[in-house]
């Protein structure tokens, strides 16, 4: 049993030693990590994914198309909502994309 055990650590070890030399799977790891930092960069920045860009009060609106005047009043029911939870501490700056 304990020699069934250690060959198949042995065999594990040369496994996992020709699986991270492979460039198949360097690369495929690279690719996930790079996907994984460009979807958290987008999150932070949307300003790179939007052209029109507002602020009103404590929100700021990133938009694909032009943003119209009629958006002031969504905000602003949007910003009553808000007060009507009855939190009590002021509104932090909302970003809205």
Same mark, same amino acid.
């Given at each position: &049993? /304990? /020699? ?5 650590? =042995? ?7 020709? /699986? @991270?030399?492979? !460039?198949?799977? !360097?690369?495929?790891?690279? &690719? +996930? ?6 979807? =958290? $960069? $987008? ?23 032009? +943003?119209?005047?009629d958006l002031h009043e969504v905000l602003d029911?949007?910003?009553? /909502? +808000?007060?009507?939870?009855? @939190?009590?501490?002021? $509104?932090?700056?909302?970003? +809205?994309?």
């Amino acid at each position: &049993m /304990k /020699k069934a055990f250690s060959s198949a650590r =042995v065999a594990y070890r040369r496994y996992r030693a020709a /699986k @991270t030399n492979s !460039r198949a799977y !360097r690369v495929v790891r690279y &690719m +996930l990590f790079a996907g994984v930092v460009t979807y =958290v $960069l $987008l999150l932070s920045f949307p300003q790179a994914l939007f052209a029109h860009e507002t602020g009103y009060k404590n929100f700021q609106v990133y938009s694909r198309e032009p +943003l119209t005047t009629d958006l002031h009043e969504v905000l602003d029911k949007a910003e009553a /909502k +808000l007060a009507a939870l009855g @939190t009590g501490a002021k $509104l932090a700056r909302q970003r +809205l994309g």
